[in-house]
């Protein structure tokens, strides 16, 4: 009979992988990956049938444990400035604290390795609140007569702004982060 497989050593592959991407980008080794998690490489093969198939799976938990962090505590009767503010200090924060695993998530997020229905897996329940108060955003100030998505992309260029900034003056987090979002909210006035 088959050994039940671990969570601990799918969370392990997962993390794994994570840190390699974040070292050497898409072409990580599984190899690496296995030796970082402690395993064989065979035994990351009975977790993941492929490298593909492992690298789909993180993105999927990375994107999860944003929309986890952000859905957590969501204001959903706020304003939308305030709405906006958690959506930015929440996901920005996690951004801050988990560095590697945010390269990875950038990496992955771009790749056509991670598949339309891995994309599509995230369910419209976890989006659903960062989709409708960036939508609003969108239909505002300077970005509502720009394409669908450009407010979003705003936002994510200045959050990488504040942790580039962060990243060399890391006592000035806190003020970066609030006045990051001041400068993204005036332009959705």
Do not use: C
Request: proline share 3%; glycine share 6%.
């Amino acid at each position: 009979m088959a050994r039940a497989k671990s969570p601990e050593k799918r969370q392990a592959i997962l993390q794994a992988a994570a840190r390699e991407i974040a070292a050497s980008g898409l072409g990580a080794s599984t190899a690496k990956i296995a030796k970082g998690a402690d395993v064989a490489e065979g035994t990351l093969f009975t977790y993941f049938a492929s490298k593909d198939e492992l690298f789909n799976e993180l993105y999927l938990e990375l994107k999860g444990e944003v929309y986890r962090r952000i859905n957590a505590e969501f204001p959903y009767k706020a304003t939308l400035q305030v709405r906006a503010r958690h959506v930015w200090t929440e996901s920005l924060n996690w951004s801050i604290e988990r560095p590697e695993e945010r390269k990875a998530s950038v990496q992955l997020g771009v790749s056509d390795v991670v598949t339309v229905a891995t994309r599509e897996r995230i369910g419209s329940q976890q989006r659903g609140a960062v989709e409708e108060t960036l939508g609003e955003i969108a239909a505002r100030g300077v970005f509502k007569d720009l394409p669908p998505g450009f407010a979003a992309s705003a936002m994510g260029a200045m959050q990488d702004a504040v942790i580039d900034t962060v990243a060399r003056k890391p006592r000035q987090k806190a003020v970066l982060v609030e006045k990051g979002f001041d400068a993204f909210w005036r332009m959705a006035k």
